[in-house]
């Protein structure tokens, strides 16, 4: 049996929010690679969808996408579609993804990047705000998408890792499971003697 603890989901995901509002405003402008600088709504946005998923996901998507359009200079609404067709996408098949696989998190991710990366440069392109299609493929969004996946692994272990470990009372039931087994056979044996 599963229990939803929803205080705990819900600090949790003001916490994270609030996290990459901080590093979006303060870190990603002065730490770049070529023209590229790391993406903290899709951070954000890829955590909610990967552990919640659903209406939640694209919401948290489109809010994150949202809050990042109204930061930067780009059209108003661009990352908030793009960050809410990703969080569908992430979050469409199963739910808490983030537990226990790292290795599955950082590849969906760094395919989530990429494309996010790729769609928003190639329509600023179209709008005027970069040069060249070598300017948008390769000095922005290849840049972005790398920057964006590496503060992004902090995340992702902390989520499959760390938080998977302490799930609170899923992780209580397997240890009284192990005990209650133990606790059995040691009740057997003494029966048959």
């Known amino acids: 049996m599963q229990v939803s603890d929803k205080n705990r989901n819900v600090r949790g995901a003001v916490v994270l929010a609030v996290l990459c509002l901080v590093l979006q405003l303060a870190l990603a402008p002065n730490v770049g690679l070529g023209n590229g600088r790391a993406n903290f709504a899709l951070i954000f946005a890829s955590c909610v969808a990967l552990q919640v998923g659903g209406t939640s ?104 890792r760390v938080r998977a470990a302490s799930g609170g009372l899923g992780a209580g039931s397997i240890r009284a499971g192990r005990l209650g087994g133990s606790r059995g056979a040691s009740h057997l044996g003494k029966r048959g003697l």
């Not at 609404?77 to 599955?104: I, K, P, T």
């Open 57 to 160: 996901g694209v919401i948290a998507g489109f809010v994150a996408g949202l809050l990042f359009d109204l930061s930067s200079t780009g059209p108003i609404g661009l990352m908030a579609f793009c960050l809410s067709v990703s969080s569908y996408l992430l979050g469409m098949e199963q739910r808490n993804r983030m537990a226990g696989d790292l290795g599955a998190t950082m590849a969906l991710f760094c395919a989530s990047a990429l494309g996010v990366s790729v769609v928003y440069h190639l329509a600023m392109l179209l709008v005027g705000q970069t040069s060249s299609i070598v300017d948008a493929l390769f000095l922005r969004a290849l840049p972005t998408a790398l920057l964006t996946a590496v503060f992004f692994v902090p995340f992702a272990y902390y989520f499959s």
